[in-house]
């Protein structure tokens, strides 16, 4: 991720939380340097060859901002990690809202690991207000060595063979299955797609999808396109009825039409050959990669960090229709994922090819290493918390006098992944943050793919002639 790091496009991503009511300013100020050393991640640096974290010079600390703007406050603004800590954080309280702006670097922490952060700050904050709550404590002896964190064991047991073989088979197809670029159809002369140097705009609109009325946002940073789209609560009950009616987990569905909405699309998805782009045949390789959480079940006792892998379920164009047979496939793949720790298998897979000198520097290239998009999943949300923070009947966080009604956030794009999407529940609505790449997709694109993708969430069905496999 350091070495991903770059320019319009950097390993940070923005995260946004909207709350009803307002903070103590003291309390909160304080709540937060006691995370920042709880996690100590978060207050420091890396070395300039990106070996080492070092504490860093400055202590990280809340900005205040009272200008009424509906704009990020990081415009045009980067992380550097080798000279300042990877977290950045505004608090704007205007009347009865308070947004809290984070700007975090992807080096210090992942998804599971700024929820984490999160957590300890808001039991801090509830702490100093005077609302008791069980402090966490966390060994920080386990940072110093960060690829060496104890794991816990399999959930079953798995012959050393199998997972000998799975580890293998896992790299080599990482490393032979070359994902395909995504390229907009709308380009420009340049060859991208739209240039995002422009001032940031945001727009909000509601779409009829499915049947359903969708809420959305858009709006742009850097050279990121982000779009923010939200099921309300009757309509994501409605989705998870139905995943239970046809046999189907939410994972299972989310992954299943991602693919066949990546097959069908014809707005972006495309192969590149001598300056010229083709549809997707037959038997071009769609790649989505996911999200391994590789911190164990035991997570409460590591600090926030960055603990995860990737693993790149791939399937060819014309095996990507809506059957039992493609829907089972998927419900496989990702029982292995979840229950075989297919990605600490991965990663040792690595750790073998990186004894070998100089084999990763040559295998490890933009073309071979990323996948088409990423699709990560944070499930229920609130769920995440410490169960000492109270909740209303909506699932939602109360912070003290604050409700948090709205989370925003999406991961980077990696070199070579142009579209990332993060999705997860709260509040009893079901959410898809998207991240991508506006000199590769044009924001419309963008727009039309998620509600294509959307519409297979809401009807997703099999073909009446397809009978369910028992």
Request: hydrophobic share 35%; charged share 25%.
């Amino acid at each position: 991720m350091f070495l991903d790091d770059r320019s319009g496009n950097t390993m940070s991503f923005p995260l946004v939380l909207v709350f009803r009511g307002r903070f103590d300013r003291n309390a909160l100020e304080d709540a937060f340097a006691e995370a920042c050393r709880v996690h100590p991640l978060f207050a420091c640096t890396i070395s300039p060859e990106g070996k080492h974290w070092i504490p860093a010079k400055e202590p990280t600390a809340i900005v205040w901002d009272e200008e009424e703007s509906d704009a990020f406050p990081w415009e045009d603004r980067t992380i550097d990690i080798t000279r300042e800590p990877g977290l950045k954080t505004v608090v704007r309280q205007q009347g009865d809202e308070t947004r809290i702006h984070f700007l975090l670097h992807h080096c210090v922490s992942d998804g599971m690991g700024y929820v984490s952060f999160l957590d300890t700050l808001f039991l801090c904050y509830c702490d100093k207000i005077g609302k008791a709550v069980t402090k966490k404590i966390y060994d920080a002896e386990k940072l110093k060595a960060r690829d060496r964190f104890e794991l816990e064991p399999p959930p079953v047991a798995i012959p050393w063979y199998r997972i000998l073989y799975s580890t293998i088979l896992e790299t080599v197809r990482w490393m032979r299955s070359r994902p395909l670029p995504l390229v907009s159809v709308n380009r420009n002369e340049s060859g991208t797609g739209t240039n995002s140097k422009s001032s940031r705009k945001t727009d909000l609109w509601e779409r009829n999808i499915g049947g359903e009325t969708v809420l959305s946002q858009t709006n742009q940073w850097g050279n990121s396109g982000f779009i923010f789209a939200e099921l309300n609560s009757d309509t994501t009950a409605r989705v998870l009825v139905d995943c239970k009616k046809q046999k189907q987990t939410l994972g299972v569905r989310l992954l299943s039409t991602m693919f066949l909405s990546l097959a069908d699309s014809g707005r972006f998805v495309a192969v590149s050959k001598n300056n010229r782009d083709r549809p997707l045949n037959e038997n071009d390789l769609l790649r989505i990669g996911l999200v391994c959480n590789m911190r164990g079940r035991r997570t409460e006792d590591l600090p926030a960090c960055n603990a995860i892998s990737y693993v790149f379920p791939s399937r060819k164009t014309g095996d990507c229709r809506p059957t039992t047979d493609f829907d089972n496939g998927i419900a496989e793949e990702l029982y292995i994922i979840k229950n075989w720790h297919v990605g600490m298998m991965f990663l040792n897979g690595l750790n073998f090819f990186g004894r070998i000198p100089g084999m990763l520097k040559r295998i490890i290239r933009n073309d071979r290493c990323l996948a088409s998009a990423m699709l990560s999943s944070l499930n229920r949300l609130d769920m995440l918390f410490s169960g000492d923070l109270k909740r209303d009947e909506e699932g939602r966080l109360q912070i003290g006098d604050a409700t948090l009604f709205d989370f925003q956030q999406a991961a980077p794009c990696r070199k070579g992944t142009n579209l990332s999407v993060t999705t997860f529940t709260y509040g009893n609505s079901l959410r898809f943050h998207v991240r991508y790449d506006m000199q590769a997709i044009a924001p419309e694109d963008a727009a039309d793919w998620l509600d294509a993708w959307i519409e297979k969430v809401l009807c997703f069905k099999y073909p009446e002639t397809d009978v369910r496999k028992p």
